[in-house]
């Protein structure tokens, strides 16, 4: 049991989280190399608007768009973070000038460990709820309308219900701070 834990929740998590760290270093040396290091001054735009994408998710979940399914455009949530973290970790660079920003960068890593937490949370959710497919199939639902039960069950399960109480004040902790720092940054391009 503990062995199957590290090997199907631990190590994949670990490898998620080290790998993105790994590839800033790598993309960070790279452009210092190349003398291209100006380019990731800009990556902070087109990071934050594939995390803005991202939150089709929580669009398609709060019924505001209708296409996709609930899996892929989770999947879509959990790319889009990944990528867009990577572009805004190294636009981040390692040189501090301002506070605020590293405020907002280290408010994001703190959104990333805890969503990679909630994908392993919700995986397991499922799991407990595997019987519950059987009742629905009886009930004569069709295996896409399962589907769909099932995924939206999970994320209503009270294991999930407690991750949010914890994910969605960080999430918002990292919105004010990553627009404050945006908003100063137009202001200091007279942007706005
Ligand atoms: C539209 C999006 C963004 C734009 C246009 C932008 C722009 C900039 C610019 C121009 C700088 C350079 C400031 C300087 O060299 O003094 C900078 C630095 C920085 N940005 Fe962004 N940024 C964006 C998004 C983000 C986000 C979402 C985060 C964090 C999650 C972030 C974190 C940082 C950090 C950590 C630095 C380094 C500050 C330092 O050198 O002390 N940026 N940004
Ligand atoms: C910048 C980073 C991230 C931010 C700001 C963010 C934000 C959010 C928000 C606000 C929700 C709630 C959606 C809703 O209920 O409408 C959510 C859910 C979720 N996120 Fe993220 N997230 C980030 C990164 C990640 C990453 C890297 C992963 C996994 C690899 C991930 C996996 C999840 C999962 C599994 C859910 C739960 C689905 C549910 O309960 O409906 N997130 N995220």
């Known amino acids: 049991m503990a062995r199957s834990l590290?090997?199907?929740?631990?190590?994949?998590?670990?490898?998620?989280?080290s790998s993105l760290i790994v590839s800033t270093?790598?993309?960070?040396?790279?452009?210092?190399?190349?003398?291209?290091?100006?380019?990731?001054?800009?990556?902070?735009i087109p990071?934050?608007?594939?995390?803005?994408?991202?939150?089709?998710?929580?669009?398609?979940?709060h019924?505001?768009?209708q296409f996709g399914k609930p899996k892929d455009m989770l999947i879509l949530h959990e790319t889009f973070t990944w990528i867009g973290a990577l572009m805004i970790l190294v636009h981040a660079g390692?040189?501090?000038?301002?506070?605020?920003?590293?405020?907002?960068?280290?408010?994001?890593?703190?959104?990333?460990?805890?969503?990679m937490t909630g994908k392993y949370l919700l995986a397991r959710s499922r799991l407990f709820l595997a019987e519950k497919k059987t009742v629905y199939l009886q009930q004569g639902l069709?295996?896409?309308?399962?589907?769909?039960?099932?995924?939206?069950d999970a994320t209503t399960f009270e294991l999930m219900k407690k991750?949010?109480?914890?994910?969605?004040?960080?999430?918002?902790?990292?919105?004010?701070?990553?627009?404050?720092?945006?908003?100063?940054?137009?202001?200091?391009w007279e942007w706005i």
């Open 142 to 152: 069709s295996e896409e309308i399962v589907e769909k039960k099932l995924f939206w």
């Open 25 to 44: 270093m790598i993309i960070d040396s790279l452009l210092h190399q190349f003398e291209l290091v100006w380019i990731g001054r800009y990556l902070g």
């Open 163 to 188: 991750w949010r109480a914890v994910h969605l004040p960080i999430s918002m902790a990292f919105a004010v701070l990553g627009i404050t720092h945006i908003l100063s940054i137009f202001l200091f």
């Open 63 to 65: 019924k505001i768009i």
């Open 94 to 115: 390692i040189h501090i000038y301002a506070i605020l920003p590293w405020l907002a960068l280290i408010a994001m890593l703190i959104n990333v460990i805890s969503g």
């Open 6 to 17: 590290i090997r199907k929740e631990v190590i994949p998590f670990l490898m998620m989280f």
């Open 47 to 61: 990071g934050t608007i594939l995390i803005l994408l991202s939150f089709f998710y929580s669009m398609h979940k």
